[in-house]
């Protein structure tokens, strides 16, 4: 995709590995068909936008993890009108750890800061949500070199997650609670 890419050519390129990453974010398949097309409306209606034609991938993911982010909103906005929820739960609380805030931006710098290789198989493999050999074909290592970069990866975020936020989980590991650390020295975006 050198000159200005189609919608079409995106979603040739894109689609199934875009539906493997909002499904394994929502609870059913419908709704991620639902944000899977929401998602490509929004790319057809910005595609002559876009600047930098060489990251369309990024681009397309970025507009993926608005939309699921609009979609928890809608939810959330949509308990707390029924009254199923306390509204002051629903909203984020800046003192809190950025598990609790509105957006993304904090995971992404986290990301960022791992090393290079490291960085690119974390992203591939967490964000796009590619598999491990999928990551392996993308940047021509071995299986086993890739498996080796994303566990590596994914051990350097933990440790960034660890020195910026405490967690409590419940018994089947799912997020309970955070507390940011007061000496904390990663994921500063929500003070």
Same mark, same amino acid.
């Given at each position: &995709?050198?000159?200005?890419?189609?919608?079409?050519?995106?979603?040739?390129?894109?689609?199934?590995?875009?539906?493997?990453?909002?499904?394994?974010?929502?609870?059913?398949?419908?709704?991620?068909?639902?944000?899977?097309?929401?998602?490509?409306?929004?790319?057809?209606?910005?595609?002559?936008?876009?600047?930098?034609?060489?990251?369309?991938?990024?681009?397309?993911?970025?507009?993926?993890?608005?939309?699921?982010?609009?979609?928890?909103?809608?939810?959330?906005?949509?308990?707390?009108?029924?009254?199923?929820?306390?509204?002051?739960?629903?909203?984020?609380?800046?003192?809190?750890?950025?598990?609790?805030?509105?957006?993304?931006?904090?995971?992404?710098?986290?990301?960022?800061?791992?090393?290079?290789?490291?960085?690119?198989?974390?992203?591939?493999?967490?964000?796009?949500?590619?598999?491990?050999?999928?990551?392996?074909?993308?940047?021509?290592?071995?299986?086993?070199?890739?498996?080796?970069?994303?566990?590596?990866?994914?051990? &350097?975020?933990?440790?960034?997650?660890?020195?910026?936020?405490?967690?409590?989980?419940?018994?089947?590991?799912?997020?309970?609670?955070?507390?940011?650390?007061?000496?904390?020295?990663?994921?500063?975006?929500?003070?």
């Amino acid at each position: &995709m050198s000159s200005q890419p189609s919608t079409e050519a995106v979603w040739s390129h894109l689609s199934s590995d875009l539906w493997r990453f909002i499904r394994r974010r929502v609870a059913d398949d419908h709704a991620a068909a639902d944000l899977l097309q929401e998602t490509f409306v929004r790319v057809h209606r910005g595609i002559g936008t876009l600047q930098e034609k060489e990251r369309v991938a990024a681009w397309v993911y970025r507009i993926a993890r608005n939309v699921l982010i609009d979609h928890r909103r809608r939810a959330a906005n949509s308990a707390a009108a029924l009254g199923d929820t306390d509204p002051a739960a629903v909203e984020p609380d800046d003192r809190r750890c950025p598990l609790r805030c509105g957006g993304t931006g904090w995971l992404d710098e986290l990301i960022r800061s791992l090393p290079d290789g490291y960085r690119e198989a974390v992203q591939l493999a967490e964000v796009e949500g590619l598999s491990q050999q999928e990551v392996a074909d993308r940047l021509g290592l071995s299986l086993s070199g890739a498996k080796s970069r994303v566990q590596r990866g994914r051990a &350097m975020l933990k440790d960034a997650l660890d020195r910026c936020c405490r967690f409590e989980f419940d018994v089947r590991g799912n997020l309970l609670d955070s507390e940011p650390r007061p000496d904390r020295t990663a994921c500063r975006g929500c003070e």
